[in-house]
């Protein structure tokens, strides 16, 4: 890995790249190593109780690392672990030495646009999706190949204008964080930084605290929109204002107690979604060259924005049954 910042004690996040294509994948390799360390580093102090001290390794081994205060206690600990340690000249003590940081939990992320995560990349993201492993995805939805020239991707929407679909996106978009749903046991949101900070932040702290894959689509507004850049927050109000976006977030734990694990978070639209895209180039250009086919994809994109408005809210309704509950 990259180093990529530190704190005072040199510890901090690391970057590594790959093909973004396979962003989903490498870190799910990075999970799978972190995991396996780990568990190494768990069989080697629990060989050395005699050494460390039966109650530390107990109190290591079983420590609660979710808050990141019981991750600074965890680091305390294998401090004390590796004081201990370095006063012994064996194979088995300098192995455990070597393995002892994979005793703090490690979060792991994986990060990149709509064409890896909708497109190119489905697969392997599917794939991490559905292991049931600690690992976090967020996808900067762009609603367009971003990086390589202003392509379409399955994450842009019907109408507009891109590359490979000059005369306007003829489908709807695809909708990723309801087919992550259909696990049922991976945590979703659908944020968007600028519409509701709040909801977004929550949205991050679920995520990580989640010990199960988690997923992020964060809208992100892009040049290749046609839009100022400089007003894109109060754009995006306007997205979520006009239903165009929806945000919500979806959590498995709270289907445990018969709760609904899906929260709609946006309130009903207020105006109509051709508000919100006729302020982007992309497509209001297509209204200028060709207006009767605007005409008909932009009546197209307001049915595909309130049929997943209803949608959502039906989901949101929906109540779920205690576990036991027909016994009692």
């Known amino acids: ?18 093909l973004f294509e396979d962003a989903a994948e490498f870190a799910f390799g990075m999970r799978l190593a972190a995991d396996q360390k780990a568990e190494a580093a768990r069989t080697a102090i629990k060989a050395l109780g005699g050494i460390i001290g039966d109650d530390l390794v107990t109190a290591t081994v079983e420590a609660d690392q979710d808050t990141e205060q019981g991750i600074e206690a965890q680091r305390a600990r294998v401090a ?17 030495l070597g393995l002892l940081d994979a005793l703090v939990r490690k979060s792991v992320w994986a990060m990149g646009g709509d064409g890896w995560a909708y497109d190119i990349g489905f697969g392997g993201l599917d794939h991490v999706l559905a292991s049931g492993r ?3 995805l967020l996808v900067l939805d762009t609603e367009v190949y971003s990086n390589t020239g202003g392509q379409a991707s399955k994450a842009t929407q019907r109408g507009a204008v891109a590359r490979f679909a000059s005369g306007g996106k003829p489908t709807a978009k695809k909708d990723l964080g309801l087919i992550a749903m259909s696990y049922g046991a991976v945590y979703v949101a659908s944020v968007a930084m600028g519409a509701n900070m709040t909801q977004t932040v929550k949205a991050f702290v679920e995520a990580e605290s989640y010990r199960g894959p988690s997923l992020i689509i964060a809208y992100s507004p892009c040049i290749a929109h046609g839009i100022d850049m400089a007003n894109q927050m109060d754009h995006q109000k306007d997205a979520a204002a006009s239903g165009y ?22 309130r009903p639209p207020t105006i109509p979604v051709r508000e919100f895209t006729m302020k982007e180039a992309r497509f209001a250009m297509l209204a200028r060259s060709n207006p009767e086919r605007a005409e008909a994809l932009a009546t197209a994109v ?9 949608l959502y809210e039906a989901l949101a309704a929906v109540r779920r049954d205690v576990p036991g509950e027909d016994e009692k």
């Open 1 to 18: 890995t990259t180093p990529w910042t530190t704190n005072a004690a040199g510890k901090g996040p690391t970057w590594s790249n790959s």
């Open 80 to 96: 004390a672990i590796r004081e201990r340690l370095t006063r012994v000249d064996s194979p088995d003590a300098r192995w455990a």
């Open 134 to 136: 600690d690992i976090n």
């Open 245 to 266: 976006l929806q945000l919500y977030r979806y959590d498995p734990r709270l289907a445990a107690d018969g709760g609904n694990p899906f929260q709609l978070d946006s």
């Open 302 to 310: 307001q049915q595909d924005a309130s049929e997943r408005r209803r």
